[in-house]
């Protein structure tokens, strides 16, 4: 399979020799082949210029009615959209709470801009380079991207670090670096601040296919199978792998130990990075694992877990731990984000199909097994075996997990061990001001607060007859219309709390210019 110009993306193997015709159907996603007596059907995923930064979801497309690109910043909590006009848009890269953008520049033919925004699309900082953007990706300090015969890694400013302000604009040796790949970086070199581009132009017998990075790490897959690895941000070549595969796509897992490659027919392979010693002493750089899938589109390793990651097979999604997959579940999403024992996709095909008017039913949260287990075993056991479950397969999410249950059940012994193996000193101080209220009516609203049920908190305290603590509730949460309410329903309140809250209100309108 190639892209308009006879560029290859992927190899499908056929089981026969003979193949007759084939077609694509009208949304071009799926491809019927007729070989022999058989018909085969190809599902096909797009590899999209798409981006998850923060809590955003940013993708583009075209409007009929405007010669721009459409940038559409996609806030899936709060379901807002900012959009942003561009007159070209090549390619995007995110990690955290940025994004970087590569747009075709108007003023020169060959020149490419990097634009740095944050999770809204407002933009922060911007970079000019004169070579084609084939590969970009983003770490915490750098966007590094790629051509077919160079590479090129940018450190950028971190507008959350005040000292990272600090440095001079001038000093480009430090900030922006330019490699030919089939040269080996010095560390005694250093480059001029002007960056030569002319070096991204000179050929190479074994161009670049694929690249991955950490804060620490570059990995670098050229078309020959062969991997080279870089130490950041110094950029000296540490070792060379030979995998004898052509990589599309890879992955390091959260403590660099381990790499996963998807080569070009869709097989996932896996490599330990810190190498072994065979039989007879030898050591390697690598050691392959016993583990391989194929039709593989797809792979995220989860942020707080090395040993666990998810991958996309066809139409379903496995979770691995190790090299144990668990049982598969059907889902067409790409995959955003990893972390606690939860997995976010989205259904970029129908964000597509539909990109003006996106809705929070295209963007799926998967838990994982042993979530969805210890969930369902909350419900049916008591929390003392919950415990010693939890005690045999610790993570900070099913101690989390514990700790709610145990708050919702009253048991404040249990939610207190939960709390501290979780590392949440504020659950810790919560259980000891429960454990210090003598009258189970206040401590039960007190847990309905911690679960932001205000409202039905308020109609215990109420029915205690503590208005004053549904006041004081009221107040914390700075909705003042609600307590001016309760102050005027008892007739509790005296002229300060009126006043006070009046004035409250008042303020609520003036900020918004509504005299």
């Not at 048991?411 to 979780?422: L, P, R, S, Y």
Request: glycine content about 4%.
């Amino acid at each position: 399979m190639f892209l308009l110009f006879f560029q290859l993306l992927r190899n499908l193997k056929i089981p026969s020799k003979n193949l007759k015709s084939f077609s694509w159907d009208k949304a071009g996603l799926r491809l019927a082949i007729a070989s022999d007596h058989l018909l085969y059907f190809a599902n096909i995923k797009p590899d999209y210029k798409w981006g998850y930064c923060s809590s955003s979801i940013i993708y583009h497309y075209t409007k009929p009615e405007r010669n721009e690109i459409c940038v559409v910043f996609w806030e899936t909590v709060k379901d807002i959209k900012y959009v942003k006009y561009m007159n070209s848009f090549v390619n995007i890269a995110t990690h955290g709470d940025y994004c970087c953008i590569v747009t075709k520049s108007e003023e020169m033919e060959d020149q490419f801009v990097l634009v740095l925004c944050n999770s809204i699309g407002t933009p922060l900082e911007q970079k000019y380079v004169e070579m084609e953007p084939v590969f970009i990706l983003m770490t915490k300090t750098h966007v590094i991207m790629a051509s077919r015969e160079a590479f090129y890694l940018w450190h950028f400013k971190n507008p959350k670090k005040a000292t990272s302000l600090l440095v001079s604009s001038s000093k480009k040796s430090r900030r922006e670096r330019l490699y030919h790949i089939d040269v080996e970086p010095s560390p005694s070199a250093t480059q001029s601040d002007v960056i030569d581009f002319s070096v991204a132009f000179q050929g190479t017998n074994n161009p670049i296919c694929c690249m991955c990075a950490s804060e620490n790490i570059l990995l670098i897959a050229r078309m020959s199978g062969v991997v080279h690895r870089y130490s950041l941000p110094h950029v000296l070549l540490e070792h060379k792998y030979n995998f004898n595969t052509i990589a599309s796509l890879m992955e390091m897992n959260c403590n660099l130990t381990i790499l996963a490659l998807v080569d070009n027919y869709g097989v996932l392979s896996m490599y330990n990075l810190n190498g072994y010693k065979d039989n007879n002493g030898k050591s390697s750089n690598t050691e392959q694992l016993n583990f391989d899938r194929k039709d593989v589109w797809n792979i995220k390793w989860a942020n707080d877990n090395p040993n666990l990651f998810a991958l996309m097979e066809k139409e379903r999604m496995l979770v691995v731990r190790g090299i144990e997959p668990e049982e598969p579940v059907s889902s067409k999403g790409y995959l955003c984000h990893f972390s606690d024992l939860q997995i976010k996709t989205v259904l970029l095909e129908n964000i597509m199909t539909y990109p003006q008017n996106p809705t929070k039913d295209f963007v799926i949260d998967i838990e994982i097994k042993s979530l969805r287990d210890t969930r369902e075993m909350l419900t049916k056991v008591s929390l003392e075996e919950a415990l010693h479950f939890i005690e045999k397969n610790p993570h900070p999410r099913l101690w989390r997990l514990l700790a709610e249950t145990a708050l919702e059940a009253m048991d404040t012994g249990i939610a207190e061990q939960a709390f501290v193996h979780c590392q949440d000193y504020y659950g810790i101080q919560f259980v000891k001001k429960l454990n210090n209220q003598q009258i189970d009516a206040i401590k039960k609203a007190e847990v309905l607060c911690y679960f932001h049920k205000f409202d039905e908190a308020e109609q215990l305290y109420v029915s205690i007859d503590r208005w004053d603590l549904a006041v004081a509730m009221r107040k914390k949460m700075g909705d003042w219309f609600r307590v001016l309410h309760l102050l005027t329903s008892n007739s509790s309140g005296d002229d300060n709390q009126l006043e006070e809250a009046w004035n409250a209100i008042g303020d609520y309108f003036a900020d918004r210019q509504q005299w």
